[in-house]
């Protein structure tokens, strides 16, 4: 991370910029959430993405700021109108937008921020300009995608460890491998390595994901992780971990599973569980399931004729996400 | 509008086949809304405006379908979130989505279908794409804080004729103009022109927003209109009619307007409010104010160089829209 500061730097420089404009556009109903949200913080790894890609092909890290800011504020909105479709009352411990403000507000400023994701890349050339919208648009409609996948899960009855690849896959991980092909397109690579740093970034997302739900299940060091352990198991989440577990269980212990998910006492709910999640090895399983994604983001990073040492410099913030807790 | 029957049919052609599409996309949840709202149907007042638009300069009009259907992909998300905001029940005598299915499944299906207005430009040359979604993002912006400003003055206590005008002007004019300039573009016009057109478009959209305030309150002919007469009126909504008595009235007769807001008998109240709006002429100012803007608009078209013939198709067709019902 230490080496991605000062792009860091470079694009909360951008971002305040930015968000400094807001604060006199009227009406202030539309635009102080749209200032609020981006000011709630965040580690911003999606526009670091896009400046780390342009920077790994040797160009100068300012042309994709426009680029870094687009995804930031897709990110964004995203999150606002989730917030309200899960009914979230906190984001990083403030208030969200339809909770500070009301729900009204929160969609109408939600889809100005949108519509704002697509203006801040008007400053690119014509044919960037094209380029970086189809993929824009396509990422934005697999991130909406996902997120209804992500609704429909909670009340589907057979939902596979396929389709949870499909969900988290475009609920998180494509808006990952966007980030840092916009940075590619910006420094102008041909379509073979925009190709390849989009895969490289959509299976590190899904890696990603993978591995938190081994966290939130099996962390030992609660401040560490900073969340519940068990969270997930206690609200019932289709994750990999309980997929998987259906998958492999026996009738008696598909049974126990299903008993598990109306028991009430949430420490014995958890403590059950992750007894069945350890005698059917679904741990290991999903780790492994994560090591052939990790594998194959390496593999197509390899295949990028940039700079080397960028390149195993990527690869290590890389590893540093995905270790961060485990 | 019986001219342009045939640019209709090329319009409803091009939706039908668009929406025979949705129908096997999944998650249907995000994808069957879209193909409802998009049947419920409706003048098809927009994206006939961008064809209109292009044949008036002779080139083919299926040069702008994509156009078309990216305004009327718009101005149906916008429906779609605006009847969330509303609350209401009905839109087009049928249930508003988020009756039918869900809110949550309104906000996400109507935010895939913003990104969708953006993603059917694609097949146009990077040039022409860049200019449509310069002023497609400027133009949703406007829609969306014409709708934020809208739902403020609900509760504001000083709304002047100015706030009023600009409000119309962004909710629903800036969208006509668009429509035909990006008609204009796909027809490869001038900026000049390109200008002429969309502050035609706009005008016309000013005037009849006026004469619909005028209609609400004086229509004689219940059916014609299909209205309850005085809606506004009851609703306290704050049209140019009232806005423009508030500025003219006297400190009696203000306080009388005052007291009508809160007057329960809605027959007394229109009754009463009708009066007033008599004794201090409004109608007439209002009247007057969407001349003026026919007058702007009709300045702008004969500006255009272009088919005299198509251009008086045009002119009678927009007074045949301003002069519908009164």
Known sequence: ??????????????????????????????????????????????????????????????????????????????????????????RRNQPTVHTKWNTNIAILSGDVMMVKAFQVLENYNNDEFKQLNVLF??????????????????????????NYIEMITKKTAVLLGCSLQMGAISASTDLETQSNIYEFGKHIGIAFQLLDDMLDAFA???????????????????????????????DTQKQTLQNLALEKDNIKKVHHTLELFNALNVKNICGQEADIHTQMAINCLNKINANTQKKNNLKQFAFELLNRKI
């Open 220 to 250: 030992t060091d609660k401040d560490k992780f900073g969340k519940q352990i068990g969270g997930d198991i206690i609200a019932n989440k289709k994750t990999f971990l309980l997929l998987k577990a259906f998958e492999l269980a026996n």
């Open 137 to 162: 648009t396509k990422t934005a409609i697999e991130v909406c995608e996902g997120q209804q996948l992500d609704m429909n899960f909670e009340t589907a009855n057979l939902v596979t460890v396929t």
């Open 1 to 90: 991370m230490n080496n991605y500061q000062p792009l860091l730097q470079l694009f909360l420089s951008h971002l305040e910029n930015y968000t400094s404009n807001l604060k006199t556009k009227l009406p202030t109903e539309l635009y102080e959430p749209e200032n609020y949200i981006l000011n709630l913080g965040g580690k911003r790894l999606r526009p670091l993405l896009a400046l780390i890609a342009i920077d790994l092909f040797d160009k100068d890290p300012k042309l994709a700021l426009n680029s870094a800011l687009s995804v930031e504020l897709f990110h964004n909105f995203s999150l606002l109108h989730d917030d309200i479709l899960d009914a979230a009352p906190l």
